[in-house]
């Protein structure tokens, strides 16, 4: 729209300087040719006036002459008639002729002095009077002069009235074409276009009715629709061929799994039933920055996950709408199309409030939960205002969810995460033909440290109503298992790894979360970094960490590491720089708040110590990066460190591997993620332990490129073999086993 009207302002106002130019040069010609009249007539008329006069005037016979004199001035424009005597005294005036006019002899005077008529404007007057004298002669003596005053005030009139009517043209005109151009543009350019894109969307998501729409398309855009139509159609083959070979190697399990396999498997499975999927964090959210909308997608593994199998299977995801422009992009149910480029399916936001975060997701999840999960010696905090909150909002996710399904045959429900614990009884209770499969995305402790939860029992009892209990490790099965043995009355099946519990049975597997992968992924990503030309780097040797500000992910632990790296191996100091992203997360837990500072502190504290002709350790940058901004900076490290103290899977070793499609660079990993179980070719290490890290980042670094390729070629396979379609696929083909 800004194009267009820029477009139609260079076009008016070149328009405008042209008639600009054209009056100017007209009004120029007119104001010429009515002065050369008014001097015409101004002559005539004091030649004829002198003939008429001279009698009277040379015996000076003042009355007649003064009759004489008023006769001709009562003529159009003719303001008046004087006659000076040659000595340039006023001899004789007509009436009605002001006194400011005929008291000034200056021009009647030139007139006699130079013996010809001369002509100029008044200056006393305010409206224009043009004077001429004409001198008036007896036997070639001249013996006066006749002035006279004509009324010039229409040209002045005349040229305004030229202008008004050009600019008033000129703007009917501008306003004709801008109309013109806009409708033009409307009809036979925008709407056309538009149409076009819309049938290029719906043959490229495989829509019916594209072709047709496009068809329908006309004028000059006939050739390329011709071309477009070939094209989709080669496309709706190529779907069709993808879709009927997915078909095919549906049950063929050691085939790669994809989005489109993916997609036949539901369809084969579940047919026309419908996929919920409940989480806390949404998947997109809305912010309104400096009056204008935008969107992001968080930094986070549940979201990386789960994105790519809701856009395969499509459906709605219900989720706390936390983006401060969320309700204004939402209708009145808190839904939205999504992907916003490109809508997949319904994510429907849920709309809390201050305290409802505070209790459920800043209290009870993250300084409860999350801490009591993980084995990063943080203690968690647990408030009974808290809990109350949490309890009160997994109720509200239940009421939120079960109206959606009230007219939904067997409902398939994928609930994620801690958030959550309560919503599968919830669920249950009230449908019990609902198949609910809930997955815990972080660690899951062992009994005894779980024991020290005060409501301990409720969180299990509520993630027993889940017919599938997903967890990414069999360490973590084994734990939850016993967890359940030692707080709750259950009967437990260790062959089926099922609880039974209140008569409903649960049955517990480990499902190794996982990314996309794709052997052409970031396939056109340069090899040099665009972010690290940005940051105007150009390391020998380039280490990368992608994290959350999170304490669980160890980045002290890991600058420690460095710190010692360079202390061992002082030769890499200029040579080695290690980029650390590290967006801040969960602001409004006092915790997190703090390890950001203390992050940002210790990267000053060793750049400090090291930093020398303008290179330095570390970059901390604390910008959420996309992941085409980060493929790039993958694709350029030497070495990738993902050293949590516990992390349940840790998707950014998986994401690392897979951007690697040159099959270099090395993976630092901590023992303590579940990614160490899947990519055993990294090399696995104690992040607790700086020295074991820094001999790491040497072994890394100093990696022959074959065995850097060995490692690197295993672990894609690992990544390649079970991705986020098989563990979506996994997931379901245990609900499917249900049934
Ligand atoms: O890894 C655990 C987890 O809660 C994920 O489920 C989520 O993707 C990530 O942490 C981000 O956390 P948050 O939603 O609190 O920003």
């Known amino acids: 729209m800004k194009q267009l009207l820029a477009s139609i302002a260079a076009v008016v106002i070149v328009v405008s300087l042209v008639v600009i130019g054209f009056t100017y040069t007209q009004v120029h010609q007119q104001q010429a040719s009515l002065m050369d009249d008014l001097q015409r007539r101004s002559t005539l008329l004091a030649d004829s006036f002198k003939e008429s006069i001279r009698p009277a005037y040379v015996v000076k016979a003042t009355s007649t002459l003064q009759s004489l004199l008023n006769k001709f001035a009562g003529r159009e424009r003719l303001l008046g008639l004087a006659v000076f005597d040659n000595k340039g005294e006023l001899f004789a005036v007509s009436?009605?002729?002001?006194?400011?006019?005929?008291?000034?002899?200056?021009?009647?005077?030139?007139?006699?002095?130079s013996d010809s008529a001369v002509g100029a404007f008044s200056p006393q007057m305010p409206g224009k009077v043009y004077i001429l004298a004409s001198p008036l002669h007896q036997d070639e003596k001249v013996i006066g002069s006749v002035v006279v005053y004509q009324r010039?005030?229409?040209?002045?009139?005349?040229?305004?009235?030229?202008?008004?009517?050009?600019?008033?043209?000129?703007?009917?005109?501008?306003l004709l074409?801008?109309?013109?151009?806009?409708?033009?543009?409307?009809?036979?350019?925008?709407?056309p276009i538009v149409k076009m894109a819309e049938a290029i969307r719906q043959a490229r998501s495989g829509q019916a009715g594209g072709d047709s729409a496009m068809q329908k398309s006309h004028g000059f855009f006939k050739p390329i629709v011709a071309e477009i139509t070939k094209m989709s159609q080669s496309l709706v083959l190529a779907r069709t061929a993808a879709s009927e070979e997915a078909r095919m190697r549906l049950e063929k399990i050691d085939s790669p799994w994809t989005a489109e396999r993916l997609k036949e498997f539901f369809k084969a499975y579940f047919k026309e039933r419908k996929i919920f999927v409940?989480?806390?964090r949404e998947p997109y959210i809305h912010s309104k920055i400096k009056n204008e909308i935008t969107w992001e997608v968080p930094a986070a593994g549940l979201v990386t996950a789960l994105e790519p199998i809701m856009e395969a299977c499509g459906g709605m995801w219900l989720a706390h709408g936390s983006g401060s422009a969320d309700k204004i992009t939402s209708d009145a149910e808190g839904k939205i199309q999504v992907p916003p480029e490109e809508p997949q399916y319904t994510l429907k936001r849920i709309w809390l409030n201050e305290k409802e975060i505070q209790g459920h997701y800043v209290g009870f999840s993250n300084e409860a939960l999350w801490p009591l999960c993980h084995m990063a010696h943080t203690r968690p905090i647990f408030r009974k205002e808290d809990w109350l909150q949490y309890r009160k909002v997994n109720g509200k996710f239940a009421q939120a969810l079960l109206a959606e399904i009230k007219n939904v045959q067997r409902p398939v429900i994928l609930i994620q995460d801690y958030h959550f614990a309560l919503l599968p009884e919830m669920i249950k209770n009230s449908r019990p033909d609902a198949e609910v499969g809930m997955f815990w995305h972080i660690p899951w402790p062992n009994a005894e440290v779980f024991s020290v939860c005060p409501w301990r029992k409720e969180i299990l009892e509520g993630m027993l109503g889940a017919d599938v209990l997903g967890?990414?490790?069999?360490?973590?099965?084994?734990?939850?298992?016993?967890?359940?043995?030692?707080?709750?009355?259950?009967?437990?099946?260790?062959?089926?790894?099922?609880?039974t519990h209140k008569g409903h049975t649960t049955y517990i597997k480990p499902f190794p979360i996982s990314v996309p992968f794709s052997n052409t992924e970031a396939e056109d990503v340069p090899h040099k970094s665009e972010l690290l030309e940005k940051l105007d780097l150009k390391p020998k040797f380039l280490g990368v960490g992608v994290d959350r500000l999170d304490y669980t992910k160890g980045i002290m632990e890991r600058f420690k590491g460095l710190e010692f790296f360079f202390e061992m191996y002082p030769a890499y100091k200029e040579q080695f720089t290690f980029v650390q992203i590290a967006p801040p997360s969960r602001e409004g837990?006092?915790?997190?708040?703090?390890?950001?500072?203390?992050?940002?502190r210790e990267a000053e504290r060793i750049n400090n110590k090291y930093e020398n002709n303008g290179w330095k350790p570390i970059v901390l940058l604390k910008e959420n990066h996309t992941h085409e901004e980060i493929f790039p900076l993958y694709r350029a490290a030497n070495i990738?460190?993902?050293?949590?103290?516990?992390?349940?899977?840790?998707l950014v070793a998986k994401e690392f591997v897979s951007a690697r499609n040159d099959e270099a660079g090395v993976l630092v990993l901590s023992q303590f993620t579940g990614a160490a179980r899947d990519l055993k070719d990294a090399i696995i290490i104690n992040p607790y332990s700086a020295e074991e890290t820094a001999e790491a980042?040497?072994?890394?670094?100093?990696?022959?490129?074959?065995?850097q390729h060995r490692r690197m070629k295993k672990m894609r396979e690992a990544v390649k073999n079970y991705n986020i379609y098989r563990w979506a696929a996994e997931f379901l083909r245990a609900i499917i086993n249900l049934g």
């Open 640 to 650: 990738c460190l993902v050293t949590p103290l516990h992390d349940g899977m840790n």
């Open 177 to 191: 074409f801008a109309i013109a151009v806009v409708l033009i543009l409307r009809w036979i350019i925008y709407a």
């Open 95 to 113: 009436a009605g002729l002001p006194n400011e006019l005929v008291e000034d002899p200056q021009i009647p005077e030139k007139s006699m002095d």
């Open 152 to 174: 010039a005030d229409y040209i002045d009139a005349s040229i305004s009235d030229t202008w008004k009517n050009n600019l008033l043209r000129l703007l009917v005109q501008s």
């Open 471 to 499: 967890f990414h490790t069999q360490q973590y099965c084994n734990n939850f298992l016993e967890t359940v043995g030692k707080e709750i009355e259950s009967l437990t099946d260790l062959e089926k790894f099922a609880i």
């Open 589 to 600: 837990v006092e915790k997190y708040r703090q390890f950001n500072a203390e992050v940002t």
């Open 697 to 707: 980042i040497y072994k890394a670094i100093t990696m022959p490129a074959a065995e």
């Open 278 to 280: 409940v989480s806390n």
